[in-house]
């Protein structure tokens, strides 16, 4: 049985374990996480401790209310607001960190006494204390993938996500959707498929996506992503279904708006090709700079200069930022850095998002990728890596045989990422006024701070994100709806 929570009640009693709040059963493990999903957390509990062991590719913290004599632990906070109810004590550190610096791991949860676990950390809980001890992982357990099991074992991944779903694609044009796509349409040559893109009039990314459609007989649908007030009508959906902190960015709202369009078409499921990056190397410049400056480059200094100048010639890295590789020093261990960032840095901030879009326009979302034997294709050797200063060479090649090699070795160009000035401008007194609304008082603001930030006066970006913390303070401030 797999369960969304679990209340562990404790005291002069031997601690019991509440699942879903309406079974209550003696047992000492649980589990928490999706059907079909390998990547569950277990939970396991005795008369001193309860300790879990969270998987590295769960795509969700770990939230653990600790109360008096009640614990709560959940991969949602929405979750943990409904059984904690009014116990939550908001948190000025979490609130002030997520204005500053925007969403990061520290920040996912606004309320102080609710801890985050990490996805693959490891945790103990005294439940005579309530001390948690937390072991953080560095690199994911295993053996390397093959490169030539990419392709089987993205089918079988695909296989058994799909199953019984009635499944659309999502479809950026670039290299990972694209893949995906291929492989779907060779397992249902007969099927009619439909497909969908975010269309924001900038980058290359529509017209890839579209030839891909076209080699691979997809109707395409493209959708528009807003700049008006229905932007904020979806960046409050999927604050709401997370209740954390939720960045008012072009790739959250767009995917918002394919999400939505596809349930109001009767899809259940979105198919998806978020993690080719993070387990593959797919951004020159993050994922590039840790491969080139890993320790093991010493003696290899030809590749990566060929990287280097590959990424130079094709105008995918500033000048600045490859001075910084050249000059760098050999600290990095690329293996673990991938895994950082697919369990707690910037590529797991937008996989959180994701989920959080999914589950607000009541859609599914399947990621192939996030598949074990997929994702250890990090603890290969370096030359998997950047071969020839290209990156994702495997998957391209993969993919060549079906598409082409124009579309399999497109230079990225994405469109998706365009400037959030646009919406900050069209929607400015709208954002105004619920900043106005909201009464922050002096939790987490300094004096005259909001003022300055609604006239845009410390950036465009600090003013997006207190409109995000407006909604959030709202939300969380309203009492707890019972079931």
Aim: charged share 20%.
């Amino acid at each position: 049985m797999y369960y969304n929570a679990a209340v562990i009640l404790y005291g002069d009693t031997p601690p019991e374990i509440q699942l879903n709040k309406v079974q209550k059963r003696s047992i000492n493990t649980a589990v928490l996480g999706q059907k079909k999903s390998p990547n569950v957390t277990q939970i396991n509990i005795t008369d001193e401790e309860v300790s879990f062991d969270s998987h590295w590719l769960t795509n969700q913290p770990l939230f653990v209310f600790t109360g008096r004599n009640k614990m709560v632990i959940a991969h949602e906070l929405s979750v943990i607001f409904s059984l904690a109810q009014t116990e939550l004590v908001p948190s000025r550190e979490a609130l002030r960190s997520f204005l500053v610096h925007g969403p990061m791991s520290i920040n996912f949860c606004p309320f102080d006494n609710v801890a985050t676990i990490m996805p693959g950390d490891r945790t103990a809980i005294s439940l005579q204390t309530q001390k948690l001890s937390i072991s953080k992982q560095t690199r994911p357990p295993g053996v390397a993938l093959d490169t030539n099991e990419i392709g089987p074992q993205l089918c079988h991944c695909i296989g058994n996500l799909v199953d019984g779903r009635d499944v659309a694609l999502a479809i950026s044009g670039g290299i990972d959707s694209t893949l995906i796509a291929s492989l779907y349409r060779q397992m249902n040559p007969d099927k009619k498929i439909v497909g969908f893109t975010a269309d924001t009039g900038a980058g290359n990314d529509l017209l890839f996506a579209s030839k891909v459609a076209e080699k691979l007989d997809i109707k395409l649908i493209k959708v528009s992503v807003p700049e008006d007030a229905d932007a904020l009508i979806l960046h409050r959906a999927m604050t709401a279904s997370s209740l954390s902190p939720m960045p008012l960015t072009g790739n959250a709202i767009g995917f918002a708006a394919i999400c939505r369009t596809a349930r109001s078409m009767g899809f259940d499921a979105i198919l998806d090709g978020s993690g080719g990056d993070q387990f593959f190397g797919g951004n020159s410049h993050i994922h590039g700079r840790y491969w080139a400056l890993d320790k093991r480059q010493e003696g290899h200094v030809d590749r990566v200069q060929h990287f280097l100048d590959w990424i130079d010639s094709n105008n995918l890295v500033s000048t600045k930022n490859i001075k910084l590789m050249t000059e760098g020093k050999l600290t990095f261990d690329f293996t673990e850095k991938m895994y950082e960032e697919t369990t707690r840095a910037h590529a797991f901030q937008w996989i959180y998002q994701h989920c959080a879009n999914a589950k607000a326009q009541g859609i599914d979302i399947l990621m192939p990728f996030f598949d074990e034997k997929i994702a250890n294709f990090i603890l290969n050797d370096l030359d998997h890596f950047f071969i020839d200063g290209i990156s994702k060479v495997p998957l391209r090649r993969l993919l060549e045989r079906s598409v082409g090699r124009e579309i399999a070795y497109r230079k990225d160009n994405q469109g998706l990422r365009w400037p959030v000035r646009r919406l900050l401008e069209t929607c400015r007194p709208e954002i105004r006024q619920a900043i106005r609304n909201c009464s922050f008082g002096s939790s987490f603001l300094m004096p005259m701070e909001s003022k300055l930030i609604s006239n845009m006066m410390l950036g465009k970006g600090r003013f997006a994100r207190l409109y995000g913390l407006a909604v959030l303070t709202e939300m969380i401030a309203e009492p707890p709806k019972s079931d």
